[in-house]
């Protein structure tokens, strides 16, 4: 394909890892455990909470959502990679490189609302416990999952659009191990103007918005975990939202780092190495965080278990 009289790129050049033989087995064996911990874990807490009636609340719908979500945007990043630490093929297609873009930009920005969504379930139980069954309603949880879903989707259909419409006709390589719009847009060969400005908006309103709201949340929820006058009460209260704080914070301080640091001068290699973060280690270690710190999850998984286990 060509452009003028230059030629329009058809694939892209991702960037390795490490030169260094042993390093890239160390972090082939890495990765590979990473996403099949994120796989497994991901889809046993799917499982588990299915087939438990005693889970089926508003709290173990989001946790659902929030499951789905990490396996795809695991799947979306770490399968390319290893074939490049493996194989070392470093090439990925223009329409392979869009399709990681969309579900990359998807999930992300699903997940930060998600978040919010289940702060905000967590606020309702603790600030108004005695309202919850009337709130948190069946259709109220569907609606915000729905919600989620197709708002992050409608914001990654328009920013993978407006990269579609880019043209490609210089440099390929991209310097990151995976294809992210800020990496694409410093190649095209055309106007960024408008994809830069849909970039800010949409890091305020899904980053920024999403942020304080769940800032919010947790804000209302300390101050009333605060007024509880027995030592065991507020045990019990902080109990029901510690494993959602704990994600809400691995999350939001890699992602923060990722997308505002890294954008404001800090080390690229850093930057890197906190994608990892929240791309393979955040969906691996998510579902231990609700099984090991919940007791309810830990009962199901008893329940359904094996004796010999």
């Known amino acids: 394909m ?33 996403y099949l ?13 299915m087939l438990s ?13 929030l499951a789905i979500l990490d396996i795809i945007c695991t799947t979306t990043v ?30 992300v920005a699903a997940e930060l609302l998600l978040l919010t969504a289940m702060a905000f ?4 139980a603790i600030c108004q416990p005695l309202r919850y069954g009337t709130i948190m309603i069946w259709p109220v949880c569907a609606m915000l999952a729905v919600a989620v879903w197709t708002f992050s989707a409608i914001n990654s259909s328009v920013h993978t659009g407006l990269i579609a419409k880019l043209t490609f006709c210089g440099p390929n390589h991209i310097p ?10 410093l190649l095209s060969c055309s106007s960024t103007k408008l994809n830069n400005v849909m970039i800010i908006i949409a890091d305020v309103c899904f980053g920024v918005v999403n942020f304080f709201l769940t800032l919010g949340s947790y804000g209302y929820i300390v101050a009333s975990i605060l007024r ?14 510690s494993s959602h704080l704990l994600v809400v914070t691995l999350y939001y301080s890699t992602v ?23 791309t393979a280690v955040s969906p691996a270690v998510n579902p231990l965080i609700y099984t090991l710190r919940n007791k309810d999850v830990k009962t199901a998984l008893q329940k359904l278990a094996p004796a010999s286990w």
């Open 78 to 107: 770490l399968p390319k990679l290893l074939e490049s630490l493996v194989v070392r093929v470093y090439t990925i297609s223009y329409q392979g490189c869009l399709t990681q873009v969309f579900f990359l930009i998807w999930s």
């Open 228 to 241: 509880i006058r027995s030592a065991s009460g507020k045990r019990r209260a902080f109990n029901t939202c």
């Open 37 to 49: 911990m994120a796989l497994s874990g991901n889809v046993l807490i799917i499982t588990l909470i």
């Open 176 to 185: 990151h191990f995976m294809c992210e719009a800020p990496s694409l847009l």
């Open 121 to 124: 379930d967590r606020y309702v």
């Open 2 to 34: 060509s452009v003028g009289n230059q030629t329009a790129v058809v694939e892209f050049i991702l960037q390795d890892f490490s030169e260094d033989p042993q390093v890239r087995a160390l972090l082939s064996v890495l990765f590979l455990l990473l």
């Open 256 to 278: 923060i780092y990722t997308y505002f640091l890294t954008g404001s001068g800090t080390s690229v290699e850093n930057g890197k190495v906190v994608t990892v973060l929240y």
């Open 53 to 65: 009636p005693g889970l089926h609340t508003p709290m173990y719908f989001f946790l659902v959502n």
